[in-house]
C-alpha cells in the first residue's frame, strides 16, 4: 500500500501528540515482538519535536508510557565532529531529549559515533557498523539489521539522512553504514544508514514541518523526478511502512494521491 500521510494544523497542538501515539505504538509491538526498542533517529529540527511528542505528560494508560529503559537508540546518520559539538545530532538528542528525561522514566541505552575516528569518516562508519552487527546479529546471520523504528527529516533538497540527492552513495548496495566526505550540507564529514537499510527498517516516521517544505513535498508527491530523490526512495520503496507528519506550512497547496 501507499505511504500514510498526516498533515496537522499545529505541531505543539496535534503534531507532536500524534508523533508520540505513533512513536509509542511501535514501542508497544516491538517490546510486545522482542522485548526491546530499537529506534534510530536524525538531527535537523526532529530532537525538538520528538521530544515535545514523548516528554508530556502520559495519559496515565499503559500504552501511553515511553519505557525509556527498555530503548536502544542510534543515529540514522551524524555528523563527524565531537558528540558535544553543536553541529553532532547526538547533542541536539540529548540536550533536547534525553538530559529532560525524568528519572522514574529511566535512560535510553544511547549509541553515539565512536570519537576516535572523527578524522577518518570511512572507519568511523566502519566501526558503526561493527556496534551494529554487534546488536543486530552478525552479519552472516542477517542480511540487514532490523530497525523498528526510523525517525527521519527530509531537507529542502530532498535528502533524508545523510543521504543526498544523485549521490552515488545512494547506489551502495551492501553496507550498512557508510561515510561522505563531500556532503553538500555542511559539514562535509558525516556518516549515514545506507538506503537498503531505511527501506528494511519495520516503519519509517518522516517529520517534515514549516513552509520551506512545501516545494519538496510537492516534488515528493507529485513529480515522477520526486521518486527518485533520497526521500522519495525512501517513500516509494518502503510504502506503507512509511508515515509522514506534517503541519499544515509544509503541505499548503500540496496534492497528496
Ligand atoms: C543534516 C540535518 C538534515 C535535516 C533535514 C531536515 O544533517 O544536515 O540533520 O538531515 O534532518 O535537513 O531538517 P529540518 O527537520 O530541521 O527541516
Avoid: M
Avoid at 42 to 71: C, M
Avoid at 98 to 107: A, C, K
Avoid at 171 to 196: F, Y
Wanted: hydrophobic share 35%; proline share 9%.
Amino acid at each position: 500500500g501507499p505511504p500514510n500521510l498526516y498533515s496537522f494544523q499545529d505541531v505543539d497542538k496535534d503534531l507532536a501528540p500524534n508523533l508520540r501515539k505513533y512513536v509509542l505504538e511501535q514501542q508497544n509491538e516491538a517490546l510486545a515482538r522482542h522485548g526491546v526498542f530499537r529506534v534510530a533517529v536524525s538531527g535537523g529540527s526532529l530532537p525538538k519535536t520528538l521530544a515535545k511528542a514523548l516528554l508530556a505528560p502520559s495519559n496515565g494508560s499503559k500504552d501511553d508510557t515511553p519505557e525509556f529503559s527498555k530503548w536502544e537508540v542510534f543515529y540514522a546518520d551524524e555528523r563527524c565532529v565531537p558528540l558535544d559539538h553543536e553541529d553532532s545530532n547526538h547533542n541536539l538528542v540529548k540536550q533536547d531529549l534525553l538530559d529532560r528525561i525524568p528519572q522514574e522514566l529511566g535512560q535510553p541505552k544511547v549509541y553515539p559515533i565512536d570519537e576516535q575516528y572523527l578524522d577518518d569518516p570511512k572507519e568511523c562508519a566502519d566501526q558503526y557498523e561493527k556496534t551494529l552487527v554487534s546488536i543486530f546479529a552478525a552479519r552472516d546471520s542477517v542480511k540487514l539489521p532490523l530497525f523498528d523504528l526510523l525517525l527521519l527529516g527530509c531537507g529542502p533538497d530532498g535528502h533524508t539522512c545523510s543521504l543526498f540527492p544523485d549521490h552515488p552513495l545512494l547506489r551502495e548496495q551492501d553496507a550498512w553504514v557508510l561515510s561522505i566526505s563531500d556532503s553538500p550540507k555542511p559539514p562535509p564529514k558525516r556518516i549515514t544508514l545506507s538506503l537498503p537499510v531505511v527501506l528494511h527498517a519495520a516503519k519509517i516516521g518522516f517529520v517534515a514541518t514549516g513552509g520551506g517544505k512545501k516545494d519538496i513535498l510537492k516534488k515528493i508527491f507529485e513529480t515522477e523526478q520526486g521518486g527518485n530523490l533520497p526521500s522519495g526512495l525512501v517513500n516509494r520503496g518502503a510504502g506503507e511502512k512509511v508515515s509522514w507528519f506534517c503541519d499544515a506550512s509544509a503541505t499548503e497547496g500540496v496534492n497528496f494521491p
